[in-house]
């Protein structure tokens, strides 16, 4: 029997993904994945100049960046080959996996204005994922300190402004 699916892009969304959708259910990679495409791709961008001034990474993106990008070269090269440097934010989801060849149990979101290095943390369970959002900033900070020359100001979202989620 073949498996129900259709292709957005890069994302190849199955049945059992799409029921993540529904009420009471977690996503999956795949479903961010999907969900940050359809941002990427759906009138998203306000000022008509979006995919000037926004790139968003996917969760294997992220990733890559967290657990394989180590050396100065690797990290130049990843800046040139996803134009760091042409963009003003970059937005990534951020999840609690400890190493690539792990799963995590939670998503947050992470906004990093590239040009004064202020990262910008929105997580539903009060900083879950505070420790891993921080790690990625200073990833992030490595990867266009050729431009900026400084270190990330992080801004956890408070409570209050951020959703949370109640469901443990």
């Known amino acids: 029997m073949e498996t129900e699916h259709f292709t957005?892009?890069?994302?190849?969304?199955?049945?059992?993904?799409?029921?993540?959708?529904?009420?009471?259910?977690?996503?999956?990679?795949?479903?961010?994945?999907?969900?940050?495409r359809l941002?990427?791709?759906?009138?998203?961008?306000?000022?008509?100049?979006?995919?000037?001034?926004?790139?968003i990474f996917d969760p294997s993106q992220v990733s890559f960046i967290r657990f394989q990008l180590e050396s100065d070269e690797e990290m130049a090269d990843f800046r040139g080959g996803n134009n760091v440097d042409s963009v003003r934010w970059i937005f990534a989801p951020v999840n609690n996996n400890e190493s690539l060849f792990?799963?995590?149990?939670?998503?947050?979101?992470?906004?990093y204005h590239v040009t004064s290095?202020?990262?910008?943390?929105?997580?539903?369970m009060r900083g879950n994922n505070a420790d891993v959002a921080r790690e990625l900033a200073k990833k992030l900070d490595m990867i266009v300190s050729v431009k900026t020359q400084r270190m990330s100001k992080f801004i956890p979202v408070s409570p209050s402004v951020c959703p949370q989620q109640q469901d443990g």
């Open 8 to 36: 957005y892009d890069d994302v190849d969304v199955y049945r059992e993904d799409a029921n993540l959708f529904l009420p009471g259910r977690w996503l999956n990679t795949n479903c961010v994945h999907f969900g940050l």
């Open 117 to 124: 290095s202020t990262a910008i943390h929105l997580d539903s």
């Open 102 to 111: 792990e799963m995590g149990s939670h998503w947050s979101f992470m906004a």
């Open 39 to 55: 941002l990427e791709h759906e009138s998203f961008y306000l000022d008509g100049k979006g995919k000037d001034s926004i790139l």
